[in-house]
């Protein structure tokens, strides 16, 4: 079936009017709009900032220039450039106090360094939390369809649970839970929601580097600042009062004055047998104002309209937000400047659009969608795939970009997660056309297919792929890549140094931006629609929209 799968598509791509050449990719461009776009000026893209006026005005600004039309909002029967977002704004005002009690001897937790709780966003104007009971609750999973359930018997109104990161078999590599790739079930944000569902009064997640797949500073600064969520009408079903991490050293600690081990405790979650476990005399408080209010962010939309079938929509999609700005660090840097984070991405789809623009008209439409909050939690897409301007029924792919390496080229590419379908199949033979290797996820138990702005799309069925840049360095191999992005995950994500380097070639990203746009252009110009695998998860949303592609 895949070798069939694969002869067909090298029919249709040897047989396309657009198998020619693709168009060159200017890197100074590339690295211009990286180096604008990750300055201080733009004071690291939070949403609802002046950073993100200036954000959303450049691109607009470079979407003019490069040749697209606007493809937002319906206004009076045109198309404005932007797609309004409504998102809810929590904030944390002043200094929280939280603390913990074991045996009635308090410890007061200083936020950022032991612990890093989240503004409430189920709606609290305050939160005021006393002498709460602990409970452990293994991986805080409960999967009916595994016969898995960490919550056996447990009532947890008015009680926080602590939880551990990722899957119960991400240490041992096999189980229920797709061994070493992680399931949604490992996710943070799963964590949060099943929380609420149960009922607790808050959550704790216990933060290990490995499964996490990032460090502590990451955690703290993606969790200690402002948060975003999608207008909600009841935020209390899927955000409990509390949310926020723990470091392990301090749950080991803290399990150990209650008279648990840890380890041992971690060990038994693992298995379907492990049951809540209470931390005998342990109690946690909290108390601070939360600031709430409902703000409107912006989606930023182009597009160029098909010649033959313009309501069949190819999207190509990057998230233009970063961290805005936050508490200094030991250099005194405010500034979180996301300049591979995602000003790689905006540069890619400006680029982008400009070869479509400057190419012959495509016969389905393109939308290049700059989509606002992913660092917030996809809120963007989210919003945009949940109210599309174009029917997801009708839209044939979502290609998104993320992060990209701005150095020099590699001899292979990737994609986020190890999901199947027609589209990923597809651009693996293109990138051999390229001399490019497929590189499956080399770290799918840090569940990136679930933190890119394609998943919103995915879930509901749209074939969509997020693109990983190479680690096999033409200069280097794979030690220099893999080093390379050990240095990033370490220094610079979700850090004050991820910042525009004048050493940076892009000329990596400028062939790969090459291979991303014969994928879309050729989709744009034929009428095959890809489709997930037939023991995809998504397999089935996609096909109950099948009668609107007949």
Do not use: C
Not at 61 to 66: G, H, N, P, R, T
Not at 332 to 343: L, M, S
């Amino acid at each position: 079936m895949k070798r069939l799968l694969a002869t067909s598509i090298a029919l249709a791509l040897s047989s396309s009017a657009f198998a020619e050449k693709a168009p060159t990719f200017d890197a100074k461009r590339l690295s211009e709009d990286v180096k604008t776009l990750s300055s201080d000026a733009f004071e690291g893209r939070g949403p609802a900032t002046p950073g993100e006026t200036k954000t959303v005005e450049y691109i607009v600004a470079q979407m003019k220039a490069a040749g697209l039309q606007p493809g937002g909002d319906l206004k009076d029967g045109q198309r404005a450039w932007t797609q309004a977002v409504p998102l809810a704004r929590s904030q944390i005002s002043g200094t929280p106090k939280l603390d913990v009690a074991v045996g009635g001897k308090n410890e007061a937790l200083t936020q950022g360094e032991q612990i890093a709780v989240r503004a409430a966003m189920e709606g609290s104007k305050s939160v005021s939390i006393k002498d709460a009971p602990l409970v452990f609750l293994g991986y805080g999973v409960d999967a009916p369809e595994r016969k898995w359930n960490d919550f056996k018997g447990v009532d947890l109104k008015g009680k926080i649970g602590i939880v551990l990161i990722n899957d119960p078999d991400f240490e041992t590599g096999k189980g229920d839970f797709g061994g070493k790739a992680m399931t949604y079930y490992g996710r943070w944000t799963y964590k949060f929601e099943e929380g609420a569902r149960k009922g607790a009064a808050g959550i704790l997640i216990v933060h290990e580097t490995a499964p996490a797949s990032y460090g502590w500073n990451t955690v703290k600064n993606s969790n200690t600042n402002t948060m975003f969520d999608v207008v909600r009408d009841n935020g209390a079903a899927v955000h409990p009062k509390l949310e926020g991490w723990i470091q392990r050293d301090f749950a080991a600690d803290l399990f150990k004055r209650a008279g648990l081990d840890f380890e041992a405790q971690k060990k038994l979650a693992q298995t379907r047998e492990f049951k809540p476990v209470e931390l005998k005399g342990a109690t946690f408080s909290a108390d601070y104002a939360v600031d709430q209010q409902v703000i409107t962010s912006q989606n930023v939309v182009g597009r160029i309209e098909g010649a033959q079938r313009p309501d069949e929509t190819v999207i190509y999609s990057a998230h233009w937000d970063h961290l805005g700005v936050g508490e200094p660090d030991k250099k005194g840097d405010k500034i979180y400047n996301g300049a591979v984070d995602n000003a790689t991405g905006v540069a890619a789809l400006i680029e982008m659009g400009r070869a479509f623009a400057q190419s012959p008209k495509p016969q389905r439409s393109v939308v290049f969608l700059a989509v606002t909050a992913e660092e917030k939690g996809l809120l963007g897409s989210e919003y945009y795939a949940s109210k599309p301007l174009y029917p997801l029924g009708k839209t044939v792919a979502d290609i998104n970009m993320d992060a990209l390496d701005p150095g020099d080229p590699s001899r292979n590419f990737t994609i986020s997660g190890s999901a199947k379908s027609d589209l990923i199949d597809q651009l693996i033979a293109e990138g051999k056309s390229f001399g490019l290797a497929y590189t499956p996820d080399s770290h799918p138990e840090a569940g990136y297919f679930f933190r890119s702005d394609h998943f919103p799309f995915a879930k509901r069925g749209v074939p969509a792929v997020s693109f990983g840049s190479g680690d096999d360095l033409v200069k280097g191999g794979k030690a220099a890549g893999e080093a390379a992005q050990k240095d990033y995950t370490t220094n610079r994500y979700h850090q004050q140094g991820d910042e525009w380097q004048a050493d940076w070639s892009f000329t990596g990203m400028a062939r790969d931006l090459g291979l991303l746009y014969k994928l879309g252009n050729d989709l744009a110009n034929s009428k095959r629609w890809p489709d997930w695998s037939k023991d995809s998860e998504f397999r089935g949303a996609r096909d109950a929209s099948a009668a609107e592609r007949r």
